[in-house]
């Protein structure tokens, strides 16, 4: 079975960056297409970001469009965000999800454990 930690949230300033990763196991990591997506309190997940198997195709929410970057290092089984120039509204709960047959977000079905990212205005 999957198994994806997540790693690299923390306390920055706004306007600041960070760089979130996740580390896949389990499995075949190019099997799989990976994705991140958050929580803030009292609001429902939502998708930020996804990458299909080889990295070719990327999708960003258009909150992050610009500021945020998923990749991935098939070597490493590691998918990382880097995140930019960023704002409170994007404090929340991160999570690592991954799919091996991913035409929507709800075809993610392995879950990391979360990282928190607070943004301070």
């Known amino acids: 079975q999957v198994q994806l930690a997540e790693s690299g949230g923390g306390l920055v300033q706004a306007g600041g960056s960070l760089r979130l990763s996740c580390a896949f196991s389990?499995?075949?990591?190019?099997?799989?297409?990976l994705g991140w997506f958050r929580q803030a309190p009292g609001k429902e997940r939502e998708l930020v970001a996804t990458?299909?198997?080889?990295?070719?195709?990327?999708y960003y929410a258009d909150s992050v469009k610009g500021r945020f970057t998923i990749s991935r290092d098939n070597d490493k089984n590691t998918v990382y965000l880097q995140m930019n120039s960023l704002k409170a509204e994007d404090t929340a709960v991160y999570y690592c999800?991954?799919?091996?047959?991913?035409?929507?977000?709800?075809?993610?079905?392995?879950w990391g454990q979360g990282t928190q990212v607070t943004v301070s205005s």
């Open positions: 999800a991954a799919g091996d047959e991913v035409t929507t977000p709800d075809d993610f079905d392995s």
């Open positions: 990458v299909n198997w080889s990295g070719s195709s990327t």
């Open positions: 389990g499995r075949t990591f190019s099997n799989y297409a």
